[in-house]
């Protein structure tokens, strides 16, 4: 979509109209989602809400379409089995035409209007290629998580034509943000940390049970460092060893 803007002696140019779409995955975040899209709703400037819902065994669901009667930008997708947060913001990426992406995760609590304001304008006004949301002065715990590895947020503003720079297999699961630093970093991207005063979010053992949190956490772990080394040369280097060794 463009728009044409008058420059004077009756010439015309022709710009992009700046389209941005939220993508929310979310996966058993019943009574938590609701919240997060009660604040993007406050929202003027998002064209579209995108929510995939993947795989969710509890109320999410419901919720989500209760919130798509109240707003029209509000698209519900949805995996029948739960695929991985890589794989749904890929699924939701995939049906919007959108310039600009914002992605955020559904359980958020303390988020309001202005830290989405505050994600975006960065990158909409060119003074930054990504946007990373950083907690401070919420929950001790998510504080320090983004104090010491601020590259794991879920909360991000980028142009949705970077994603060409970021390996897909690298982004299955919770890969998603280590493969799109990853590319960052390989790209030489302008990345601006962004604070999100008040913003928190619960940890898995808060609405997984203790067990099955460890579990969900041990396997995020385990595959961010999948994540690393199929976004990075380490990939490269080890295929290059492993050829050189046959030859020897």
Same mark, same amino acid.
């Given at each position: 979509?463009?728009?044409?803007?008058?420059?004077?002696?009756?010439?015309?140019?022709?710009?992009?109209?700046?389209?941005?779409?939220?993508?929310?995955?979310?996966?058993?975040?019943?009574?938590?989602?609701?919240? %997060?899209?009660? !604040?993007?709703?406050?929202?003027?400037? #998002?064209?579209?809400?995108?929510?995939?819902?993947?795989?969710?065994?509890?109320?999410?669901?419901?919720?989500?379409?209760?919130?798509?009667?109240?707003?029209?930008?509000?698209? !519900?997708?949805?995996?029948?089995?739960?695929?991985?947060?890589?794989?749904? %913001?890929?699924?939701?990426?995939?049906?919007?035409?959108?310039?600009?992406?914002?992605?955020?995760?559904?359980?958020?609590?303390?988020?309001?209007?202005?830290?989405?304001?505050?994600?975006?304008?960065? !990158?909409?006004?060119?003074?930054?290629?990504? *946007?990373?949301?950083?907690?401070?002065?919420?929950?001790?715990?998510?504080?320090?998580?983004?104090?010491? *590895?601020?590259?794991?947020?879920?909360?991000?503003?980028?142009?949705?034509?970077?994603?060409?720079?970021?390996?897909?297999?690298?982004?299955?699961?919770?890969?998603?943000? *280590?493969?799109?630093?990853?590319?960052?970093?390989?790209?030489?991207?302008?990345?601006?940390?962004?604070? #999100?005063?008040? %913003?928190?979010?619960?940890?898995?053992?808060?609405?997984?049970?203790?067990?099955?949190?460890?579990?969900?956490?041990?396997?995020?772990?385990?595959?961010?460092?999948?994540?690393?080394?199929?976004?990075?040369?380490?990939?490269?280097?080890?295929?290059?060893?492993?050829?050189?060794?046959?030859?020897?």
């Amino acid at each position: 979509m463009t728009s044409k803007i008058e420059i004077g002696m009756g010439l015309e140019e022709t710009r992009p109209i700046p389209y941005l779409a939220a993508i929310i995955p979310v996966y058993d975040e019943a009574g938590r989602v609701g919240r %997060v899209l009660s !604040v993007l709703r406050g929202v003027a400037c #998002l064209n579209e809400i995108i929510v995939v819902n993947d795989g969710s065994t509890d109320g999410t669901l419901e919720e989500v379409l209760e919130c798509a009667a109240l707003d029209s930008r509000i698209h !519900v997708l949805s995996h029948a089995k739960n695929q991985g947060k890589g794989q749904a %913001v890929y699924k939701g990426k995939s049906t919007t035409r959108a310039t600009y992406l914002l992605l955020l995760d559904g359980d958020l609590s303390g988020l309001k209007p202005q830290h989405i304001h505050d994600l975006i304008q960065p !990158v909409m006004d060119g003074s930054a290629d990504m *946007t990373l949301g950083v907690f401070q002065g919420g929950r001790f715990d998510t504080d320090l998580s983004h104090w010491l *590895t601020p590259w794991l947020s879920g909360q991000r503003c980028l142009r949705t034509n970077m994603f060409r720079y970021v390996s897909e297999d690298a982004a299955a699961g919770y890969g998603i943000e *280590t493969a799109l630093t990853v590319a960052s970093r390989q790209q030489k991207w302008h990345c601006q940390h962004v604070a #999100l005063t008040g %913003v928190h979010h619960p940890p898995s053992e808060f609405h997984r049970g203790v067990w099955s949190g460890i579990k969900a956490r041990a396997e995020m772990y385990a595959q961010i460092l999948k994540a690393f080394y199929l976004a990075s040369s380490w990939k490269r280097f080890i295929r290059r060893l492993r050829l050189r060794m046959q030859f020897d």
